[in-house]
């Protein structure tokens, strides 16, 4: 059983798995979002998560300072997702029965006084807070090393646990794509998110019905390209940057043969058996195409489904074209990790010459 689930965290088929039963919440969140299905989770996680913790090599992962914050990460996660569902599926359902939702009832609207309500509510936080903190700090130890050394350099050389899931991407782009330009469209989508979204539904009140594209391509981002990302850098990925199972021994002399192949060396070497252009562009040609129709024609071709339609109308030109663009940027992520799974594909536009690499 442990050889096996060694096997299938691996990336190449925990990333399509994980994705599979994201969608699947997605499409069943009414069962996901119900407090029988939270307890079955919880009653089978509980036996689960011991026989993990059994294994010695797991919880070394697990209790090393630095990965204290992740397992607190997991656990936040999962009820932070589910509640909102559950809150969502009671909605939706009243919703359908022509009532308001729950936020809106008499009971639930009434107003109290900052002083003393608010003000003990956020003291007994801070208080329980601080607890927390002093006891995490005295039971753990700080992950703090010696003064650097310059003839050393630790192996596996890991970022916080909160910047893993860009030392994750390196694995799939160039720095300057997955430590700039990403995360640079992370924060400008969600700086974005209050402009580009008109739909007046759902303000106020927990809901999913109304507000199925933006809740999905939301939470897409956030568990599976993001939190997904942090926990295989965090407790898979060892030393030299390479796969270990979540039983499997660090070993420092694993050796994993690995080949990378741009796709300009497809296309002149292997298909077209022939020597590659000296021209940087004419050898790219193939790259260039299908980048720019990734990014200017996908768009377009978009406009002619029924849901871009609906969309263009609703939120107008402008705001269309800069929603389609931002939802591209977030998919090439998946695309490039499947594609350097199932091809060995490293870059899909190589020019070194330049220091420009897709």
Not at 38 to 50: D, E, F, G, K
Not at 88 to 115: F, S, T, Y
Not at 156 to 175: I, N, S
Not at 212 to 229: D, E, H, N, Q, R
Request: charged fraction near 15%; glycine fraction near 4%; hydrophobic fraction near 55%.
């Amino acid at each position: 059983m442990k050889h096996f689930i060694n096997i299938i965290a691996d990336p190449i088929y925990s990333f399509p798995i994980f994705s599979l039963l994201f969608f699947a919440m997605i499409k069943w969140y009414r069962v996901v979002g119900t407090k029988k299905f939270a307890w079955v989770s919880l009653a089978i996680s509980i036996p689960v998560t011991v026989w993990f913790l059994a294994d010695p090599q797991f919880i070394k992962i697990i209790l090393w300072p630095d990965n204290i914050p992740i397992n607190i990460l997991v656990i936040l996660i999962a009820f932070l997702t589910w509640f909102p569902l559950y809150k969502a599926a009671e909605n939706d359902k009243r919703l359908e029965a022509g009532l308001e939702p729950i936020e809106a009832l008499p009971e639930n609207r009434e107003k109290v006084w900052a002083w003393p309500n608010l003000v003990y509510t956020e003291l007994f936080a801070i208080i329980a807070g601080t607890i927390f903190l002093v006891v995490w700090a005295i039971i753990f130890k700080a992950p703090l090393e010696e003064p650097a050394n310059t003839t050393w350099a630790p192996n596996p050389a890991k970022a916080p646990w909160y910047f893993l899931g860009l030392q994750e991407m390196l694995v799939y782009f160039d720095p300057w794509m997955a430590g700039v330009v990403l995360p640079g469209l992370i924060v400008v989508g969600l700086i974005a998110i209050p402009y580009l979204d008109t739909n007046p539904k759902g303000n106020g009140y927990y809901c999913f019905q109304d507000r199925k594209f933006a809740i999905t391509s939301f939470l897409y981002g956030w568990l599976v390209l993001w939190i997904y990302l942090i926990i295989v850098g965090t407790f898979l990925r060892g030393p030299n940057w390479t796969f270990y199972g979540p039983f499997e021994y660090w070993d420092f002399h694993k050796v994993v043969a690995e080949y990378n192949v741009n796709l300009s060396e497809f296309l002149w070497l292997k298909w077209l058996n022939t020597s590659m252009p000296k021209n940087i562009f004419v050898r790219e040609i193939l790259g260039i195409i299908l980048t720019v129709g990734y990014i200017v024609v996908l768009p377009i071709l978009s406009l002619k489904t029924k849901f871009g339609k609906e969309m263009l109308e609703k939120i107008g030109a402008i705001r269309y074209y800069i929603v389609v663009f931002l939802a591209i940027s977030m998919c090439s992520l998946p695309i490039k990790m499947v594609l350097r799974w199932l091809f060995s594909l490293k870059y899909i536009i190589a020019l070194p010459e330049i220091e420009l690499n897709l």
